[in-house]
């Protein structure tokens, strides 16, 4: 079965930097789309940036300008370069990946904590 696995989490301090990877496991095929979700405490699960087999990219509104994602198709690996924290942006981020008529594929998160 396809397993997703997150790292690169932890404490940042506002206006810092920190880079969250994805690889995905026990998968031959590329997942059409792969993207990171995040979910703050008290909050719903939020989309945060997601990438196209192809290339094309979507962000949230929130993170645009200052968070970019990226995929390696050959090594079944996706990225997401955040740039500019807010205390806002505290939270657990998730790895997803979406294949045609099957069920989606996460990854067992990663905290985000940005300090004020």
């Known amino acids: 079965q396809v397993q997703l696995v997150e790292s690169g989490g932890g404490l940042v301090q506002a206006g810092g930097s920190l880079r969250l990877s994805c690889v995905a496991s026990?998968?031959?095929?590329?997942?059409?789309?792969m993207g990171w979700y995040r979910q703050a405490p008290g909050k719903q699960r939020e989309l945060v940036a997601t990438v196209s087999s192809g290339g094309v990219t979507n962000y949230a509104e929130s993170v645009k300008g200052r968070f970019t994602i990226s995929r390696d198709n050959a090594e079944k690996t996706v990225s997401l370069q955040m740039n500019s924290l807010k205390p806002e942006d505290t939270a657990v981020y998730y790895c997803?990946?979406?294949?045609?008529?099957?069920?989606?594929?996460w990854g067992q998160g990663t905290q985000v904590t940005v300090s004020s």
């Open positions: 997803n990946g979406k294949r045609t008529f099957r069920l989606d594929s």
């Open positions: 026990g998968s031959i095929f590329s997942f059409d789309t």
